[in-house]
């Protein structure tokens, strides 16, 4: 059975690899280190399908290494040292490079089994993965190498690619390959940025179409039936799942219904209904907060409805919302006062209750001056009266500051007037210099 055309198709030159211009175009650092042959401890970062294998291959070939790969998921340490073993062999004068895929999925004891021959330069290692690998690979691997990240290939790059596959199957097959206008297009758009799956969607086209006298013509129904349904990238455990979470609810927090409807799409396309719900009630409470709090039942009620119907009708209730909370005037007031307050217990600044707040029933014998003296504010005008509510520790702090939206300030004037009148009052009666 032939390799996939992705494996059959890969380039042997940098002028022919698609995508990673970051990286890779002219005087950029990872073309520079490439073609000045001394090649370090690498890592490669990035989704599949964009050429971290294909790379890794092609510089194992121009520094005339033995190229030996392993799966981070199915490698053991013996298969470490079976390539260790070869190393003083004929095949391995110039050194061995070690590509390793999936590396996250390597223990630490298999990470550390690396180190020694890292270090010595019999093994040079080039190491893949789908995730962070500053969460994922061991700092030790991390300090000897050098991690370049890349990123999924724009469409007009890949439908280079894809060009290049359906010519390839042209010379392959003895035969015309022809394909409608948008074809190529399409193919490009529907994979998602992964080169691999457009040029296996070309590929597949022209197996499933057939020939006739000699020529293939491959349809745009053709190519829309076989292209992948979405060219959504989502892991509901990897980071693509949390930069959409974070893009869903910055969108709304930036107040730009487009992009928040675009990125609730691409949760629910996932079937990721759990999260939008819980993001966009978060959004409600932390970005509009008091500048609108009648937005948290109505968020709630519309959350509410789309975990009891379900998918697909959840998208009409969440969009009504989205939509609301975008166009919903913005404050995070409250939201900046939990977090101080939090800061400040964190930081060991506590404090005893106030004695008048304190949940007492009776005076023990040590103490001098005997009861409570809470006041109860609704016996005052206004329903307020001056008293200490936080610990001494905390006299001065403020953590509320009021938002500069209608309520807020509506809230401020009206609690300006009361105190102030209170103040007069307390003056006017020969209060205490405390009240005053």
């Given amino acids: 059975m032939p390799a996939p055309l992705a494996d059959r198709l890969r ?61 981070g998921t199915t490698a053991s340490t013996s298969d470490i040292r079976d390539i260790v073993a070869s190393l003083d062999t004929f095949e391995t004068m110039n050194g061995v490079l070690l590509y390793l895929d999936e590396i996250q999925y390597f223990n630490k004891k298999q990470q550390q089994t690396l180190l020694e021959f890292m270090e010595n330069g019999q093994i040079t290692l080039i190491a893949s993965t789908t995730e962070n690998p500053y969460f994922y690979v061991y700092n030790a691997i991390l300090s000897r190498s050098t991690v370049f990240e890349f990123k999924p290939v724009e469409p007009s790059e890949i439908a280079q690619a894809v060009e290049r596959a359906f010519h390839f199957l042209e010379d392959e097959q003895h035969s015309t390959v022809t394909w409608d206008e948008n074809v190529v297009e399409t193919i ?11 040029i ?10 057939g020939q006739q006298e000699g020529a293939c013509h491959v ?12 060219a959504m990238r989502y892991d509901k455990g990897g980071d693509e799942h949390y930069d959409i979470l974070s893009a869903f609810q910055k969108s709304m927090r930036g107040s730009d219904p487009n992009a928040a409807l675009h990125y609730l799409a691409r949760l629910l396309e996932a079937d990721d209904l759990p999260s939008a719900c819980r993001r966009l009630m978060v959004c409600a409470c932390e970005d509009v907060g008091l500048a609108w709090p009648q937005i948290l039942p109505i968020v709630k009620a519309a959350v509410d409805i789309a975990l009891q119907v379900g998918l697909p009708e959840a998208r009409i209730p969440l ?117 005053k």
């Fill in 11 to 71: 380039p042997d030159t940098l002028e022919d690899f698609v995508g990673q211009p970051h990286l890779l175009g002219k005087g950029k650092a990872l073309r520079g280190i490439i073609e000045s042959g001394q090649i370090p401890n690498l890592i490669f970062y990035g989704p599949p399908g964009i050429g971290k294998t294909t790379l890794a291959t092609m510089i194992a070939r121009q520094t005339n290494r033995k190229f030996c790969k392993l799966n």
């Fill in 188 to 198: 490009a758009r529907s994979c998602g940025g992964d080169v691999r799956k457009a």
């Fill in 200 to 209: 296996n969607a070309a590929e597949l086209c022209v197996l499933s179409t």
């Fill in 219 to 230: 349809t745009l129904e053709r190519a829309k039936e076989l292209s992948q349904h979405s």
């Fill in 319 to 435: 969009a009504d919302a989205v939509v609301l909370v975008c166009h919903a005037p913005k404050s995070n007031s409250a939201y900046c006062a939990i977090d101080a307050a939090l800061s400040d217990i964190r930081a060991g600044k506590i404090g005893s209750i106030p004695r008048q707040l304190q949940n007492m029933h009776y005076d023990g014998a040590d103490q001098k001056q005997k009861g409570q003296f809470y006041q109860y504010p609704h016996d005052f005008p206004g329903h307020w009266v001056h008293q200490q509510y936080l610990p001494d520790a905390l006299l001065d702090a403020a953590y509320y500051q009021y938002g500069d939206n209608k309520n807020e300030q509506a809230f401020q004037s009206y609690w300006d007037k009361v105190k102030t009148s209170h103040a007069k009052n307390a003056m006017g009666c020969g209060g205490t210099e405390h009240e």
